[in-house]
């Protein structure tokens, strides 16, 4: 009798660990996918010519630019109105 309790004793442990070894080669795959999403991740951020950073920058210079442009219009309005005023005021 104790023989057999022993033989399924090992069965039992047998099923499990081969449960478990199933189990740890599923987190390996995930794992791997992960590591490919978060290479992905990282390309579409940090790629010099479309990525994250890349579209941050071209905003930024676009801002810059935009405003100084801004700038220029309102101060030939201005020179412009003062023109007009003082052609008015003569």
């Known amino acids: 009798m104790e023989d057999s309790a022993k033989e399924i004793c090992l069965t039992v ?3 499990k660990l081969d ?3 199933m189990k740890i080669d599923e987190l390996k795959e ?3 996918d992960m590591a490919e999403d978060i290479s992905k991740v990282r390309e579409a951020v940090y790629h010099p010519d479309e990525g994250l950073y890349a ?3 071209e905003l ?3 801002k810059d630019t935009s405003s100084k ?5 309102i101060s030939s309005m201005i020179g412009v109105i003062s ?3 003082t052609k008015i005021i003569e």
């Open 13 to 15: 442990m047998d099923g």
């Open 19 to 21: 449960k478990l070894s």
């Open 30 to 32: 995930r794992q791997e």
């Open 55 to 57: 579209r941050i920058r």
């Open 60 to 62: 930024e210079g676009w």
């Open 69 to 73: 442009v801004m700038w220029m219009l």
């Open 83 to 85: 023109y007009i005023a």
